[in-house]
């Protein structure tokens, strides 16, 4: 991150956008292949909970950027 002069923050925040993944392939394939129905739901089920997850982790980390905390007790390393 020092080559592009990112925060710790910022960094954080591209690693949630990564984070979250698209199934659309992975369903596609297990129609093709004629798994049941039932696994097809979870696995949507559970890409639906990794999206949300990341959405949350991207807030939490873009509020830590927008409002810097000022605590003296706060490791320099983490600005």
């Known amino acids: 991150?020092?080559?592009?002069?990112?925060?710790?923050?910022?960094?954080?925040?591209?690693?949630?956008?990564?984070?979250?993944?698209?199934?659309?392939?992975?369903?596609?394939?297990?129609?093709?292949?004629?798994?049941?129905?039932?696994l097809s739901v979870l696995i949507e089920g559970e890409s639906l909970l990794n999206d949300g997850t990341a959405i949350v982790v991207f807030d939490v980390f873009r509020e830590a950027l927008v409002h810097r905390p000022c605590d003296p007790e706060m490791p320099s390393y983490i600005e």
């Not at 923050?9 to 990564?18: D, E, H, K, R, Y």
């Not at 979250?20 to 004629?34: F, I, M, Q, R, Y």
């Open 1 to 38: 991150f020092d080559d592009y002069n990112w925060s710790w923050p910022v960094c954080l925040m591209f690693g949630a956008m990564l984070s979250a993944t698209d199934p659309v392939a992975v369903v596609a394939l297990l129609k093709e292949l004629g798994v049941s129905e039932r």
